[in-house]
């Protein structure tokens, strides 16, 4: 499939979506993208993750399109957040100490397999979702496709990121052997 191919097909894919034509079953419309991305590559998740990100940087009114159904998915149709707070302490504890514990994990795989620089960027990408999430009273998957629009809309935030790593680096640096304060 070539690229114009796949811009068509995640065109298609968003109208399907936009439409009702597909069940998402409760999920995020960015992960239903890379899954049925990442069926059609024959890839890894990965793959497909960068694919769209590539074409909807490339395309910015596909971007905007997408963005446009995220918000539509998830601020307008869903309403998340409330089945959380309607469980049981129980349940709701237990579902925190799983997810707890997987952050975690991942973290500590991270460290093995991936440079500072990608923790970092992760991390701080991670802190920005929240906080809009937070601020604007989103779902953490909306406010983190809000936030990448916003990325591939402006490559000049890239720069500022990589920017505040580059202080975090110098930071850490400065403080190796010393107290940290």
């Known amino acids: 499939m070539e690229h114009n191919e796949y811009t068509n097909f995640i065109k298609k894919e968003l109208e399907k979506i936009k439409d009702h034509q597909v069940d998402l079953h409760g999920s995020c419309v960015a992960c239903h993208m890379i899954f049925i991305l990442k069926a059609r590559l024959e ?3 990965q793959n497909a993750a960068d694919l769209l990100s590539e074409i909807l940087t490339a395309n910015s009114i596909l971007n905007r399109e997408f963005i446009d159904v995220v918000e ?3 601020m307008n149709e869903r309403h998340l957040g409330g089945s959380f ?3 049981e302490r129980e349940s ?3 579902y ?3 997810y707890f514990s997987n952050v975690l994990d991942e973290l500590t795989s991270d460290l093995i397999t991936t440079s500072h620089r990608i923790i970092l960027r992760k991390l701080l ?3 920005l979702s929240l906080y809009l999430a937070q601020t604007i009273g989103v779902d953490y998957h909306a406010a983190t496709e809000e936030l990448y629009y916003l990325l591939r809309k402006d490559d000049s ?3 500022k990121i990589s920017q505040l790593i580059s202080k975090f680096e110098s930071k850490i640096k400065t403080n190796t052997g010393q107290d940290s304060r």
Request: aromatic residues 4%.
């Open 125 to 127: 990408l991670s802190y």
């Open 43 to 45: 890839s890894s998740e």
């Open 85 to 87: 707070a309607l469980r």
């Open 72 to 74: 539509k998915i998830h």
């Open 96 to 98: 925190l100490e799983a």
């Open 157 to 159: 935030k890239n720069s």
């Open 92 to 94: 709701k504890d237990s």
